[in-house]
């Protein structure tokens, strides 16, 4: 007897995500657990797609990069219990350090690529205010005393100064103009309400002060110019070139996407916001992790039978402005061009560690939806200890044209048939 083995095309139906919060006992989720914010994500994506049966949940991967306390004990078995979906809905937890959530979509999409599930949730959280980065952690001594990687490698703010070592031409005043330009795209996007429409509101309490509902991001410093950032330290590096201002901070929330074969999406009644095309991991040198991103992103395409010129629309992860400015470089786009991160990125809104996947790709999938013009966008990002992760879509309402009906330049120099799933 035969078995059926073909790949089936793997779509993205539906992302949201808690506001991000800052990390520290003044933070907006100081007093709340981790595990509830991606409860709010999960339920959030049951109550907008009324027409998916709880049941037909195949499992739910949650990653988080501190697997202890509130984000421990197999958070994505213990959120879809909390969350109210069936007992027959299992679930389990992950971990790529900062590319968790990307690592969940992936791994779960591959599942469902190969026929083991129709429908999936996918996502991550880090409440980096409970769990700080590397806590806990108990390294082996063989790194340092063998040489396996250098000591910088295990401080995200070291690699990223050696990143600026590696690439002289980017200088703290083009990371500090990047980061600038980052705090005013999320700024004018929340203006035009592009934000909003993803986020899952969360009420807090804090002693003395009551309840609060909060909607929106609380990292984001609008109005912050480049004088404000040149006086700021750096703090990994005496006359360094990163500072806490063109750099991620340290925040708290979760996010949770919902994922399906191409079938089950039809079957179901269910949108289509992208189309998984192909999807990369790479490891680079940990002292300057950084750069991981160009390699995964290279392989990628390569799987995908495209180039960079293919793709309209980058959400690369801010981790550093340095890092971005890396890989832009790389490919030979410029600092400020319109197709990178056109809402602005983790400088301004927040990166908390495991989470952030599912935020490039609910910002991608929402550009997609405005611009009809695009037919390929990528979410991209680096990841501690020197890795890369790249994953492209495509955009299932590409028309060649965009929404004003202006012709859009051709790009055309590869189809998706036979891609990756």
């Not at 912050?224 to 063109?246: C, I, K, Y």
């Not at 179901?268 to 992103?297: C, D, H, N, Q, W």
Request: glycine share 10%; charged share 20%.
């Amino acid at each position: 007897m035969s078995q059926n083995r073909q790949i089936r095309d793997v779509v993205f139906v539906d992302g949201v995500r808690t506001p991000f919060g800052r990390a520290g006992e003044k933070g907006i989720y100081a007093n709340t657990r981790a595990d509830d914010l991606v409860v709010k994500c999960i339920r959030e994506l049951m109550r907008r797609n009324p027409s998916l049966p709880a049941e037909r949940i195949d499992d739910v991967a949650i990653a988080a990069t501190t697997q202890t306390g509130d984000q421990g004990l197999t958070i994505g078995r213990t959120a879809a219990l909390l969350a109210g979906l069936p007992q027959s809905v299992p679930g389990f937890a992950i971990d790529r350090m900062c590319a968790g959530a990307m690592t969940a979509v992936t791994t779960t999409a591959s599942g469902i690529g190969f026929g083991a599930y129709d429908v999936v949730i996918a996502g991550g959280v880090e409440h980096m205010g409970h769990h700080p980065m590397g806590a806990g952690a108990d390294p082996n001594p063989r790194f340092m005393s063998e040489r396996i990687v250098d000591p910088a490698a295990l401080n995200m703010g070291n690699t990223a100064e050696n990143l600026h070592d590696r690439f002289p031409a980017i200088t703290k005043d083009r990371t500090d103009a990047y980061a600038v330009a980052s705090q005013n795209k999320l700024a004018a996007a929340y203006a035009k309400d592009q934000i909003q429409p993803d986020l899952v509101p969360v009420a807090t309490m804090k002693p003395g002060a009551g309840w609060t509902v909060n909607t929106v991001d609380e990292p984001p410093r609008p109005g912050t110019t480049l004088e404000d950032l040149a006086v700021l330290r750096t703090p990994f590096r005496a006359h360094g070139r990163v500072s806490a201002g063109n750099a991620a901070g340290l925040n708290d929330g979760a996010t949770a996407a919902l994922l399906a074969s191409a079938e089950a999406a039809a079957e179901l009644g269910l949108p289509v916001k992208m189309r998984l095309v192909s999807y990369a991991f790479a490891g680079v040198a940990p002292e300057v992790m950084g750069i991981g991103p160009v390699p995964a992103t290279e392989k990628a395409l390569r799987l995908a039978g495209l180039t960079i010129e293919d793709i309209g629309l980058f959400e690369i992860n801010e981790a550093f402005a340095v890092q971005v400015l890396s890989f832009l470089d790389h490919f030979g786009i410029a600092d400020d061009d319109p197709r990178v991160n056109r809402y602005g990125g983790a400088i301004a809104v927040g990166h908390p560690l495991a989470s952030s996947g599912v935020r490039l790709m609910n910002q991608l999938a929402r550009q997609f939806e405005e611009d009809h013009s695009v037919q390929y966008g990528i979410t991209t990002m680096c990841i501690g200890l020197g890795m890369g992760a790249t994953v492209i879509w495509e955009n299932p309402h590409f028309t060649g044209a965009s929404t004003d009906g202006s012709a859009t330049a051709g790009i055309t120099s590869a189809t998706t048939e036979g891609s990756a799933a």
